[in-house]
C-alpha cells in the first residue's frame, strides 16, 4: 500500500474561524481507516511553509504527497495543474484528467494562485523532481465547507486519495 502524506494550512486572516483544508482533513481522519500520514496546520508563510513540509517529506518519503489550501472564492475542490514561481512552471505529472474523471464536486484549475499555496506547491514540485523514485504530488485548493458541501466534498477528496494510491 502507498504511503500518502496530507498536509493543510493554518489560518491567516483574524476572521477566519478555521481553515476549510484543515477542517476537511479533520473529517478525512475521523473517517477513513486505512494508514494516512497528516501535517497539519502549516503556518501561512512563504518560508516557514516549504520548509516544514519538505522536511516532513523527507523524513517520511510517501509515495503520494496531497497539499491542500484553502479557496474562499471557489465553489468545488480544485485539483492544480501546475505552479509559478517567478519565470518558472511547473506542472504535476499526475494525470488530472482521469484523477478528476467522474467526481461531481472537483474540477482542475490551472491558476494556483499568487500566495503561499502556489509557492509550496512549486517547491514541493522542484523538491520532488530532484528525487531518485517516483512521487506524485497534487495541490487541492478546498472551498469553504457548509453543511451543503461538506459531504459531496468529502466524497469526492476520498475518491481523490484512492485513484491516487493507485496510481
Partial sequence: MKKILLTSFATWKPNHVSNSSDDLLHQV??????????????????QLAPQKLLARFDEL???VLICCGMAEEREKLNIESRAILGEETIETDVDLETLTSGLPMTEISHDAGKFVCNTLFFKAL???????????????????????NATMVKNDFLSVIDRLSMA
Avoid at 481522519?29 to 512563504?46: A, G, N, Q, S
Fill in 126 to 148: 522542484k523538491h520532488l523532481r530532484r528525487q531518485e523514485e517516483i512521487h506524485h504530488c497534487i495541490f487541492t485548493h478546498v472551498p469553504v465547507l457548509t453543511p451543503g
Fill in 29 to 46: 481522519r475521523k473517517t477513513e481507516f486505512r494508514t494516512l500520514h497528516y501535517l497539519r496546520r502549516i503556518p501561512v508563510d512563504f
Fill in 61 to 63: 518519503k510517501p509515495d
